[in-house]
């Protein structure tokens, strides 16, 4: 790149820049990499950035293998960036069924980009993702934990690109000299994400005068901050205790039962809020239920007044 830089280059490099702050040079850092514009312009712009905080950067393109050609998608997508001075591998991975098939390619491909030793992955969600996430907890109605959206990070996952829009990771892409690929499943009416994207966030913006991906956003920013207190707040509950239970406000005692429930081995991507409701009913609502079965094999039953979890 020559001449002045890219101002979108800019503000990339400054997102990544805070997004890895804290790690020491030689940590080891992963960029997820698929071929489409968000996650090359974030492997561009990574790369740059763990030259200058001596990051020992790589990339891993994962290969889904949902449709024919995905593995020179795949190789176009390395060669591109060993030109930027990226070392990039290909994963291929096999896509189960399991929560459906987008759920399934998620949990595959982060599978995928852990599998070796890391310090920190970098995904590149942008901020229309974010916007569609959103809109997709608020359409299921699936609590205000999945209108928060995705967090900017949460364990070895890290998501740079969260306050970026796609036309700047393409920006990003056209001042490196890359070239991207538009993956058919982001064009097709199946998916509900899809449909969100072409249908109903244009006419939003119509509605409402632009600025709808922003403010999304910005609401998942700020209802994520109350989330984070609240749950704070319930993990000072150490107790399954019901009159402790019952004493506790409606907000805090969820988070307790939720958090009892995963710790006894419910399954996270299937424990909803209506078995929160049931857990709840054996506190607020008792009247002799014999026990709420949960996802994952486990039971909870009151027990002398205390929540028992165990095995189904």
Not at 7 to 20: H, I, W
Not at 32 to 50: E, I, N, R
Not at 227 to 242: K, M
């Amino acid at each position: 790149m020559g001449g002045a830089l890219d101002p979108t280059v800019a503000s990339a490099r400054n997102a990544v820049g805070s997004a890895v702050a804290d790690l020491p040079a030689g940590s080891r850092v992963v960029v997820g990499v698929s071929g489409g514009a968000d996650s090359l312009a974030l492997a561009a712009v990574a790369t740059f950035v763990a030259r200058g905080a001596g990051l020992n950067m790589s990339a891993v393109v994962v290969d889904h293998r949902l449709q024919s050609g995905s593995g020179e998608v795949a190789r176009r997508a390395v060669t591109q960036l060993e030109s930027l001075g990226v070392r990039a591998r290909t994963e291929q991975v096999e896509v189960g069924n399991r929560g459906g098939p987008e759920a399934a390619a998620r949990a595959a491909r982060l599978a995928a980009l852990t599998r070796e030793p890391v310090d920190a992955v970098l995904l590149a969600h942008t901020r229309d993702d974010q916007a569609e996430t959103v809109l997709l907890g608020l359409g299921r109605g699936s609590g205000p934990r999945s209108i928060a959206g995705m967090v900017p990070r949460s364990g070895l996952f890290r998501r740079p690109f969260l306050g970026l829009g796609r036309q700047q990771t393409e920006q990003i892409c056209r001042a490196h000299g890359l070239t991207w690929w538009d993956d058919p499943h982001n064009v097709d009416p199946m998916f509900r994400r899809v449909r969100l994207r072409r249908e109903v966030l244009p006419l939003m913006e119509e509605v409402l005068g632009g600025g709808v991906a922003e403010a999304l956003g910005r609401t998942a920013e700020q209802l994520r901050a109350d989330l984070d207190h609240l749950d704070e707040l319930a993990a000072d509950a150490h107790t399954l205790d019901v009159d402790h239970l019952a004493a506790l406000a409606q907000a805090i005692r969820s988070r307790v039962l939720r958090r009892a429930a995963l710790d006894a081995g419910a399954r996270p991507d299937e424990l909803a809020a209506h078995h929160i409701g049931e857990l709840d009913r054996l506190i607020a609502d008792w009247h002799g239920q014999v026990r709420v079965e949960l996802p994952g094999a486990v039971s909870c039953r009151r027990v002398d007044g205390v929540l028992v979890f165990g095995p189904t």
